[in-house]
């Protein structure tokens, strides 16, 4: 069984939701998960004890990715959560209205990168809110799952 961290920022709980749907879905494949706002952690060592981390975080723009309140000051902190060698993946809601659909996901993956985490599949972009028998989200978890 491996350990699982889901952290999230939602403004309008689209994003949060999908945290909890990818949290049930991890358990139901066997994994310890937990799911917690961004709001409610610090970075310094956030990944340590963890197998796999993984990021969701709400944005919007059409010129640039704004990254969700919570989520912010966070990010602003990633060189400090000990990703480096960890497994992880970003995930999102989002308005495809938006130039920018979904951002969030490309910035945050990108910036895991280059802190040397194991990306395990490619950022899961959800148009709205998310439905756990979606199949794009089955699929995304499917493959997180097995890369445990």
């Known amino acids: 069984m491996s350990k699982v961290l889901i952290v999230y920022g939602s403004t309008t709980g689209n994003t949060e939701a999908l ?7 991890l ?24 197998d796999m981390a993984l990021f969701g975080c709400s944005a919007w723009g059409d010129d640039e990715v704004i990254l969700q309140d919570d ?19 970003a995930f999102a809601t989002g308005d495809s209205n938006f130039t920018l659909f979904c951002g ?11 802190l040397g985490a194991e990306i395990v599949a490619e950022g899961l972009k959800i148009d709205g809110q998310a439905q756990s028998d979606q199949p794009e989200v089955r699929d995304w978890i499917q493959k997180v799952a097995s890369a445990l």
């Open 71 to 89: 989520f912010q000051p966070l990010y602003d902190e990633f060189d400090q959560i000990n990703v480096k060698g960890k497994k992880a993946a």
């Open 104 to 114: 969030s996901v490309d910035v945050i993956q990108d910036r895991l990168e280059e």
């Open 19 to 25: 945290a909890e749907i990818i949290g049930r879905g």
């Open 27 to 50: 358990s139901e494949e066997g994994h310890e998960t937990k799911v917690v706002n961004a709001a409610d952690v610090a970075a310094p060592g956030l990944c340590d004890g963890w």
